[in-house]
């Protein structure tokens, strides 16, 4: 039976570990020993996709009644399988009367992997998720926010990102780009 399970053990850290570096390409990640510290706080939380072995992991950071899934990835063994919907659909209930966010990749033709990006937008927006009126900067790259019931403004987002890093890393490394 499929569940999110938070990561305690020191092997499904492995796996993630793992997953986290094979999915998500060096300029989007942070150092994986931050994501682990920020996993012992309040603020954020590390889950594993469970389904009689690890199948993917979720990292999700909270501020007041905001949710944001900042990494979710499923192994490439179960991708195609439904991993990812069963995931945020999880979310979804655990995190009732919450308003979920994610980033992803802009949606732009100038990028060499348009296709994934069209794939991961129709996978989102298939999961109820809706682009905002903004997307983001981090660290140069261009992300359009997506949010699951009521929108999170910029403003929202910024504190919430200030909230785990820092004002001086937000200054640093966040903006709002508007769209056109």
């Given amino acids: 039976m499929f569940q999110l399970k938070r990561i305690e053990n020191k092997e499904d850290f492995k796996k993630a570990k793992r997953l986290y570096r094979e999915a998500f390409p060096i300029d989007e990640r942070m150092p994986y020993f931050m994501l682990k510290h920020f996993a012992n706080t309040e603020k954020c939380d590390f889950f594993k996709m469970d389904d009689n072995g690890f199948a993917g992991l979720m990292f999700v950071v909270y ?5 944001y899934i900042f990494f979710l990835a ?23 009367g919450k308003r979920l966010i ?28 809706e682009a905002s009126d903004y997307k983001t900067s981090e660290k140069n790259i261009v992300y359009e926010m997506m ?25 640093i490394f966040y903006k709002r780009i508007d769209k056109k």
């Fill in 63 to 67: 501020y007041e009644d905001i949710v």
């Fill in 102 to 129: 994610l980033n992803m990749e802009e949606v732009d033709g100038k990028y060499d992997n348009l296709k994934q990006r069209v794939k991961r937008e129709k996978f989102y927006k298939s999961n109820g998720f």
């Fill in 147 to 171: 949010h699951y019931g009521k929108e999170v403004s910029f403003e929202e987002y910024s504190r919430l990102i200030q909230n785990l890093f820092g004002k001086a890393i937000f200054n």
């Fill in 74 to 96: 499923v192994v490439p063994e179960a991708r195609g399988r439904g991993y990812g919907t069963k995931a945020l659909d999880e979310a979804k209930r655990l995190f009732s």
